[in-house]
């Protein structure tokens, strides 16, 4: 997932003439979305003031359509003003009054009841979340990439553009942080088809959704698009609520896929790996090592006593250390080596790209900061110990790699624990 390089927005601001209402939204917004501070005001000058206090922190303005000081919508004018996102608040909404909220270029409006509470809601989570999430928007025009680039920035996503299919597959090939393809298929050189084709080679359409656009009516374009491998479609004359829909229905599925991937293959009481994601990935890793000759190492590991934990404090203390230790493998291991609880009190982690002195020293870091660590319990603090054995790989499947670490944490056991062997 990419990281924010800038101060998250952690403000909103509630605007409405009615107590009652803004009360409960505010305190709706308090309880639901606990990472905002939530400012809520009756008038356009309270919000001003606001605006220039907290400039730059305010996720969205939401805000009534009538104010006591102010004229019909122009609260809503002056968020666009200040490039904050306006959410408007109405009580009836005639096609006329609809109108005039959607000029303001608000990014959604919602009825003052319990369901539109709750749509609110929905909408701000959605917006810090969006934050987290980058688009790619490839189309050979410069003005529409523009135009598409304000409206998914108004939702607070992160944008790139592509002006060709090329340089969009080269993106994509050297970054793994795009969330969403936008594509045009209209481009000079490479078309949006092939362009579709070849993301399909690299991502399934639930890894990488991919949106098919087209500035022509032609009906045969969206049954092609789509039988290409694009999840979606829509024709350049969208309206913005149309186009706000169609992006963030397909990122609530992509986040729901990612979700039950990440359910699948975490273990639900460290956040680890578990051994369903380890075994392919080890896999791939022993195959990277062997086509690009680099170094592997495999260690596993296992907190020595466990069971007098769990007979001396109780299971629950046994977790907690379990969690402890696994926070400290998480410190310790880089991210791009592959951790993992198998099962139990064992872990394992493969260290690639490294030299036996180098696994040898982060390993004996991580015995080190286990037996230092308190594991905080409620009468007292208690702390673990963990054996580990640690294979070189030379040339080895990994069946016999961890047949030959687990040999070696044998023998660390068997010499007394709390210690590192080497195969
Ligand atoms: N609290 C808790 N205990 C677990 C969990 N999974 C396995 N265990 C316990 O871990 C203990 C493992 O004990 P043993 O395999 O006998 O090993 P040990 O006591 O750690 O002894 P050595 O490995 O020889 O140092 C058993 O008591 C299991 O019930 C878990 O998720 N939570």
Known sequence: MPRLNRAPRSRILVVDNSMFFRDVLAETLRTQVKALAIDSVKSRQEACQLLQEHKGHYLAVISGLMLEDAAECEMLAIALEEQVPAIALTSSLDAETRQKVMDKDVI???????????????????????????????????????????????????????????????????????????????????????????????????????????????????????????????????????????????????????????????????????????????????????????????????????????????????????????????EHIRSEDLLARLGGEEFCVIFSDMTPDQMRQRLETIRQSIENTDIPLSEQNISVTISMGLCIRQSEDLETLMENADQALYQAKASGRNQLVQH
């Open 108 to 330: 959604d409006y919602f009825f003052k009841d319990q369901d539109g509470l709750q749509d609110v809601v929905s909408l701000v989570t959605r917006l810090l979340r969006n934050e987290q999430h980058k688009i790619l928007v490839v189309d050979d025009s410069p003005t529409y990439c523009t135009y598409l680039k304000v409206l998914l920035q108004r939702q607070h996503y992160q944008v790139i553009s592509a002006f060709t299919g090329e340089e969009a597959v080269d993106m994509l090939s050297r970054s793994n942080d795009i969330s969403l393809v936008l594509l045009d298929y209209q481009l000079p050189g490479m078309s949006g088809y092939d362009v579709i084709r070849r993301i399909r080679k690299q991502f399934t359409s639930a890894q990488l959704p991919v949106i098919g656009v087209s500035g022509q009516m032609d009906q045969q374009i969206p049954a092609q698009i789509l039988k290409c491998g694009a999840n979606d479609f829509m024709y350049k004359g969208f309206t913005v609520e149309e186009f706000y829909s169609r992006i963030n229905n397909m990122m609530d599925l992509l986040i729901s896929v990612r979700e039950l991937q990440d359910a699948a293959y975490k273990d639900f009481l460290t956040g680890l790996h578990n051994r369903q994601y380890f075994y392919p990935h080890a896999n791939t890793l022993i195959k990277q090592s062997d086509e690009e000759h680099i170094s592997m190492g495999l260690a596993m590991m296992d907190i020595d006593h466990f069971k007098n934990v769990n007979d001396t404090y109780g299971h629950n203390a046994g977790d907690e250390a379990l969690k402890v230790v696994a926070d400290q493998l998480k």
